[in-house]
């Protein structure tokens, strides 16, 4: 009776110091195979109660890539700011909205009801929504991995993904506020149903494309150049001055613009209002820009991060 007691002890003993192996291994990130050495004095207690030999070797999970890792930061990110205070997740949705009701309230004043035959109201919201959705992207790319920077610390995370999964709040967080007010208004009837609503989720994923690969090239020269950070906001000014928030292009003399199409993000907003409004047909504004502009921007901003990656490595800088 003693020798089966003293026996099980073992037994259980030995069953707590897996447990707590399997734990730590859980918690281990790195793409090896892992042993887990029975002590000598369990051994062959183990091997009478199990048919595991004396060597156990444990495989942990590898680590999630590509879009697995990409929506692990997405979540860690959005749970990391929604916790760290009690009304994080209202303010993750007050800002977009406050600054949404301002520049439609701003509509309101100077144009009144109605803007190129648009309600003002619906026609200054989907502008202000694409745009918010472009600086927004951009302020995030630009601070790089920002609060979750302890994560770059892990090597198979690199910086260019911490950026590209914290991203996605800025056109996640504008949709959802533009699309409930925007709905508010078509279910009381001020507004109809958009006639090519994929037109619209086209230009908003174009413009947080956009968004981030500017961020891409502005983290590039924060990293150049620290005073960089006082340059970036007069350029999104000049953005929002010609992104086409309180006017269309063909209201505009001739000789202005030239000066104003260049900016996709007054494509973005003259084309998703063509396609919400059949009172509305834009003569200026262009798929085949916005989508040639999206399609150069990821190549830029993509050779802009790999040289960051480069830079940063050379200076010894993980971050």
Partial sequence: MADEKESNTLVLKLREEIEAARRS??????????????????????KNHSSVHNSVRYTPSPPPTGFRLWFA???????????????????????????????????????GGTVASMPSFPFATIGVALFLTF??????????????????????????????????????????VAGGLLGFLVWRGYIPLPERPADIVLCLFCCATIGFAFGLWASLMNFLYTGFRRIYPIILRVFTITAGLFFVSEQLPPQFKAYVLWNPMLHAAQLSRDAWFSVYTTTDASF??????????????RSFAIMERRRRAEAGDVE
């Fill in 25 to 46: 291994l859980r918690q281990v990130s790195k793409q090896r195979t892992t042993s887990l050495i029975i002590p000598d004095e369990f051994a062959s207690v183990y």
């Fill in 135 to 176: 600086r927004t992207t951009f302020m995030t790319s630009a601070v790089g991995a920002g609060a979750l920077a302890h994560c770059l610390s892990d090597p198979s995370i690199s910086r260019f993904d911490m950026m590209f999964g914290q991203a996605p709040r800025a056109l996640v967080a504008n949709a959802v």
């Fill in 288 to 301: 085949a820009y916005l989508l040639g502009s999206t399609l150069v921007c990821i190549g830029l901003g």
């Fill in 73 to 111: 930061i997405w979540n860690l990110s959005f749970l990391k700011e929604v916790r760290s205070e009690r009304l994080g997740l209202f303010w993750w949705f007050a800002e977009p909205f406050m600054l949404i009701m301002v520049f439609t309230i701003m509509t309101l004043l100077f144009f």
